[in-house]
């Protein structure tokens, strides 16, 4: 998930890539009144009929665009671009990083573990490079120490 005003990437490792998994981390990670772009899989059809934990919809617009025909909706303006553009550098570091982890190690539960725990940690790192990185700040080691000290305030 890519915010396009703020550029911040956000990306979940899931074991099931389905309709269900799906909403339950857009619920989690994506604010109410959103506006979301995907494309047209048949899984992200239940987006704008999500609700909360009350029964309250979450009032999701959702623009698609379907690939098929052009990556950008005519009538909407609709394209997913940017998280194209956000995932490429990201899938280049996951494949450079986890050579290995994916094929052998990955064989048993325990392995399985280690590797996902692994992905998720390569994830963790390109929203953090999204949000902190060199092209938001000009030293991103002093905002990581403003980062710690308003999670940590001193007594």
């Not at 280049?92 to 094929?103: F, H, Q």
Request: charged share 25%; proline share 4%; aromatic share 8%.
């Amino acid at each position: 998930m890519i915010d396009v005003e703020t550029g911040e990437l956000r990306l979940i490792h899931v074991r099931k890539r389905d309709a269900v998994t799906l909403c339950r981390e857009i619920r989690r990670h994506v604010a109410p009144g959103t506006a979301i772009v995907t494309d047209e899989w048949a899984a992200y059809r239940r987006i704008p009929t999500l609700r909360d934990n009350n029964g309250a919809s979450l009032n999701y617009a959702h623009l698609t665009v379907n690939h098929r025909n052009n990556f950008v909706n005519p009538v909407t303006g609709a394209h997913t671009q940017s998280i194209e553009q956000a995932w490429g550098p990201a899938k280049l570091l996951l494949l450079k990083n986890m050579r290995g982890w994916c094929g052998r190690n990955a064989r048993t539960a325990r392995g399985r573990a280690a590797a996902d725990r692994l992905m998720q940690t390569y994830l963790d790192w390109c929203w953090w490079q999204s949000v902190n990185g060199p092209a938001r700040c000009k030293d991103p080691f002093l905002r990581l120490l403003k980062v710690i000290a308003r999670h940590y305030k001193q007594a």
